[in-house]
């Protein structure tokens, strides 16, 4: 029988009442206390005019509070719209505006001048906030049923990198799909801790998150990576076994500030697990030697229809530009411009679609957009690439972001994957500059370890031997660092 997550939790609630839950820096919750606080949680979103169907807009933070919050909207019936943590009033209006969104939630009541709605001080969710919701109301005085599969359950935003940001909506059937298809892609054990440093309105750590909280695992949540030592004491938590959810520009910031440090933890790190975006050749190798026990992850996904593949590069390498087998609730098709199946291979690529229980309801008050892109049950995207006989799905680029170079075809991530092998550089990434002869040529854009010169023959050199000559650079330029998204993706539109 299909269960919700929040009825897993009650259920781990009650079976497991003394298993840790949630732990973060602050404080260290047991199922029994994360139910307990939710339940009380409920109540207190009712009396303030949450209701079935309500649009919750939330401010995120990486706090237990927060991950209480995200349960209790569910149980009251509400559907919950995450926000970066870092973000300004006139942004939270104008995403609640766009979602129709009934209540606020969040630390500065200046939002809802700007979009009059229900507002509720986040402060009142932390335990010193005084009047706390989980001091109101007791588990006893809480009503509540368990969401039906068929409920909208969360609404996800977008980062924008192709378009403006949308709303992504899915139901609580799809949530629990989405938590399955991580459980069955890392062959989750069910007592294990998950660190997720990532923010929790991005996909790949509310995923991760969901798929411990069905499983019965432990979160250990963190507040990003720019500060190694919480990460490191993290991976010293008194544990048998610890696994990460790091995505791949995390994977750089820790080695261009921690070295080989995480080679220390090769006998204690089950799994890490990579999403958002291709890891590189060299990080990948990198890393299969200092963990060389450990399964390593890079899955691919989107908002939109969750993990669709995951590969594990330490027991398959070298596979390059492979995402790995269709995850449990997800099919993958090449397709056609036209949305036909086709046979596919590197040579004859198609674009990617994915048919699953785990896709979006669809994109909120957008009916043409989804419609473009959520056929029958199908998700279709603009990304390029093929399947091969053995089942595994290879991605060669983007199709908005392919260059044309006097009418070659070029995926700025084949150069990015090239140059981030070279020595010295820590980041990059290939833009178009106009060229009176070809129209577009490439330019790439690069981060070199600390104090090290840029040599541009000496780079083009390199790359001319790794690279079709159309897709080797013209112009190479030094600069202080790369423009990414808040979730670490390259922010090419920054660039356009």
């Given at each position: ?7 897993y939790?009650?259920?781990h609630a009650a079976?497991?009442?003394?298993k840790?839950a ?5 404080r260290?919750?047991t199922?029994?206390?994360l139910?307990r606080?939710?339940?009380?949680c ?7 005019g ?6 919750v807009?939330?401010?995120t933070?990486?706090?237990v ?5 995200y349960l209790?909207?569910h ?6 719209a ?12 104008n ?11 969040s ?15 986040s ?8 009047e706390a919701?989980?001091?109101?109301f007791?588990?006893?005085e809480s009503l509540f049923?368990f969401?039906?599969a068929?409920?909208?359950?969360e ?10 940001s ?8 799809a949530?629990?799909?989405?938590a399955e ?7 989750c ?15 790949n ?11 019965g ?5 963190l ?9 490191y004491e993290a991976l010293?938590y008194?544990?048998e ?6 995505p ?6 820790m ?6 440090k995480?080679?220390e933890?090769a006998d ?7 999403s958002?975006?291709?890891?590189p050749e060299?990080?990948k190798?990198r890393?299969?030697?200092?963990l060389p026990?450990?399964?390593l992850y ?6 939109e ?5 995951m590969y594990?590069?330490?027991?398959y ?5 492979c995402?790995?087998l269709?995850t ?10 036209n949305?036909?199946e ?11 679609a994915?048919?699953?229980?785990a ?8 009916p043409d ?8 049950g ?14 595994f ?8 972001d ?10 700025p991530s084949?150069?990015e ?9 820590e980041d990059?990434?290939c ?6 002869i070809?129209g ?7 981060v070199?370890?600390g ?19 159309y ?7 030094q600069v ?15 660039y356009s």
């Amino acid at each position: 029988m299909w269960k919700s997550i929040e009825q897993y939790v009650f259920e781990h609630a009650a079976n497991t009442p003394d298993k840790k839950a949630i732990i973060t820096r602050a404080r260290e919750v047991t199922y029994s206390e994360l139910a307990r606080e939710a339940a009380g949680c409920v109540e207190f979103l009712k009396r303030k005019g949450v209701k079935k169907g309500s649009v919750v807009v939330v401010k995120t933070n990486q706090t237990v509070e927060h991950i209480v919050l995200y349960l209790a909207i569910h149980l009251a019936g509400g559907v919950m719209a995450s926000l970066e943590r870092t973000i300004s009033n006139e942004g939270i209006a104008n995403a609640a505006r766009s979602v129709g969104a009934d209540v606020i939630i969040s630390d500065d009541p200046a939002a809802v001048e700007l979009y009059p709605s229900i507002f509720i001080d986040s402060g009142c969710f932390k335990p010193e906030g005084g009047e706390a919701a989980v001091e109101f109301f007791s588990e006893e005085e809480s009503l509540f049923t368990f969401p039906k599969a068929e409920d909208p359950g969360e609404i996800l935003f977008t980062t924008g990198t192709t378009g403006a940001s949308k709303g992504v909506e899915m139901s609580h059937g799809a949530l629990f799909a989405l938590a399955e298809n991580v459980i069955y892609g890392v062959s989750c054990p069910q007592d294990f801790v998950l660190v997720v440093p990532g923010p929790l309105n991005h996909a790949n750590a509310i995923r991760n998150l969901t798929a411990a909280l069905v499983t019965g695992g432990a979160v250990y949540i963190l507040n990003g990576m720019m500060n190694l030592q919480n990460f490191y004491e993290a991976l010293d938590y008194p544990c048998e076994k610890i696994s990460c959810c790091l995505p791949p520009a995390y994977l750089r910031m820790m080695f261009m500030l921690s070295g080989d440090k995480i080679g220390e933890y090769a006998d204690k790190i089950d799994y890490i697990m990579s999403s958002t975006a291709p890891i590189p050749e060299a990080d990948k190798e990198r890393l299969c030697r200092l963990l060389p026990k450990s399964r390593l992850y890079n899955s691919y996904g989107s908002s939109e229809s969750g993990i669709v593949c995951m590969y594990n590069y330490n027991a398959y390498p070298g596979m390059q530009n492979c995402i790995g087998l269709a995850t449990k609730n997800s099919e993958v098709l090449i397709v056609d411009e036209n949305g036909n199946e086709i046979p596919s291979s590197a040579e004859n690529p198609g674009l990617i679609a994915c048919r699953s229980t785990a896709n979006m309801i669809g994109y909120v008050n957008a009916p043409d957009l989804t419609k473009q892109c959520l056929r029958d049950g199908v998700f279709y995207t603009n990304d390029i690439g093929y399947k091969d006989e053995d089942g595994f799905i290879y991605i060669l680029g983007r199709k908005g972001d392919v260059i044309n170079v006097g009418g070659m075809k070029v995926a700025p991530s084949e150069v990015e994957e090239a140059a981030i092998a070279y020595e010295g550089v820590e980041d990059c990434i290939c833009v178009s500059m106009d060229d009176a002869i070809t129209g577009k040529a490439l330019k790439l854009l690069v981060v070199l370890r600390g104090g090290m010169k840029l040599d541009p023959k000496e780079l083009r050199t390199y790359l001319a031997d790794r690279l079709e000559a159309y897709k080797v650079p013209q112009k190479y330029e030094q600069v202080a660092q790369i423009k990414r998204t808040y979730n670490g993706k390259l922010d090419r539109k920054a660039y356009s």
